[in-house]
T-cell receptor
Framework: SAVISQKPSRDICQRGTSLTIQCQVD?????MFWYRQQPGQSLTLIAT?????????ESGFVIDKFPISRPNLTFSTLTVSNMSPEDSSIYLCSVEDKSGYEQFFGPGTRLTVL | GNSVTQMEGPVTLSEEAFLTINCTYTATGYPSLFWYVQYPGEGLQLLLK???ADDKGSNKGFEATYRKETTSFHLEKGSVQVSDSAVYFCALDSNYQLIWGAGTKLIIKP
């Protein structure tokens, strides 16, 4: 299994500002995933981040709004740019285990945009 | 495309009741199937999984059987506890990405 930490755990931000969320894993992993979970909703995949290459974004998500860095095999960041109240969500990072059958999740970052 | 449909919540039961949360899927091929659980204030945790037809995943008294003929992966528990109150998500693996159901909130009353 993998142990994943995220910072910050929660934040309250003003409209128009940006927030960078950090995700740290206790082991080296190839693929990291960023999800959004809006209040009362299921998870929506934002992008897949592989070390050494550009992140792959899902439909409806763009790099200008959600830039991702993946500088090494244990760390990634997601920035939520030019925030609006609609960006209020829980943001989760996850990693895939070596078998490819299971994902482990971080505790999430609860973002509120005023 | 691939999709997962699970029963809407909230589901409210008394302690020691029998639980079923329905999950059906649409997929090409034979995906792996998962149940994840999100306890209040905590992150998502894998509850159980099944990787091929007729497999039964089990953990913490919960069970789910991969039924190819009915494309289902229903979650069951014989006697629920207050501590089982959480949101349960059914998911399938599609090309190493998870496709999620909407989640079912389970409330267990003492």
């Amino acid at each position: 299994s993998a142990v994943i930490s995220q910072k910050p755990s929660r934040d309250i931000c003003q409209r128009g500002t940006s927030l960078t969320i950090q995700c740290q894993v206790d082991s080296q992993v190839t693929m990291m995933f960023w999800y959004r979970q809006q209040p009362g909703q299921s998870l929506t995949l934002i992008a897949t981040a592989n070390q050494g290459s550009e992140a792959t974004y899902e439909s409806g998500f763009v790099i200008d709004k959600f830039p991702i860095s993946r500088p090494n095999l244990t760390f990634s960041t997601l920035t939520v740019s030019n925030m609006s109240p609609e960006d209020s969500s829980i943001y989760l990072c996850s990693v895939e285990d070596k078998s490819g059958y299971e994902q482990f999740f971080g505790p999430g970052t609860r973002l509120t945009v005023l | 495309g691939n999709s997962v449909t699970q029963m809407e919540g909230p589901v409210t039961l008394s302690e020691e009741a029998f639980l079923t949360i329905n999950c059906t899927y649409t997929a090409t091929g034979y995906p792996s199937l998962f149940w994840y659980v999100q306890y209040p204030g905590e992150g998502l945790q894998l509850l159980l999984k099944a990787t091929k037809a007729d497999d039964k995943g089990s953990n913490k008294g919960f069970e789910a059987t991969y039924r190819k003929e009915t494309t289902s992966f229903h979650l069951e528990k014989g006697s629920v506890q207050v501590s089982d109150s959480a949101v349960y998500f059914c998911a399938l693996d599609s090309n190493y990405q998870l496709i999620w159901g909407a989640g079912t909130k389970l409330i267990i009353k003492p």
